[in-house]
């Protein structure tokens, strides 16, 4: 199994830039996709951004494409979101996720492993 711990997080203003980092521990980052999602209050947890096992493939929910990019270094075991002209809708807690598969998947429940959370606050 891996384990992963996020950090990163913080309060920004809106049109900022935060970077969001993901460590894996326990296996080899490089036997896993990966993806971040995030939940605002009150809201359902949503995809916000993936990336395959290959690492040829990223995805993104489209409120976010061309301001986040997700990365991945298996050298170093973490991955990476950075998260430019960041909105206030931007705003909740930001989780990591892991799957062994090789396909790629917006699914919550596709992702076995997951992260406990960091907080990103957009003010306006």
């Known amino acids: 199994q891996v384990q992963l711990v996020e950090s990163g997080g913080g309060l920004v203003q809106a049109g900022g830039s935060l970077r969001l980092s993901c460590a894996a521990s326990g296996r080899t980052f490089s036997d896993y996709g990966m993806a971040w999602f995030r939940q605002a209050p009150g809201k359902e947890r949503e995809f916000v951004a993936g990336l395959t096992r290959s690492g040829l493939t990223t995805f993104y929910v489209d409120s976010v494409k061309g301001r986040f990019t997700i990365s991945k270094d298996n050298a170093k075991n973490t991955g990476y979101l950075q998260m430019n002209s960041l909105k206030p809708e931007d705003t909740g807690v930001y989780f990591c996720?892991?799957?062994?598969?090789?396909?790629?998947?917006?699914?919550?429940?596709?992702?076995?492993?997951w992260g406990q959370g960091t907080q990103v606050t957009v003010s306006s």
């Open positions: 996720a892991a799957r062994g598969s090789f396909s790629s998947s917006r699914a919550r429940q596709a992702y076995p492993y």
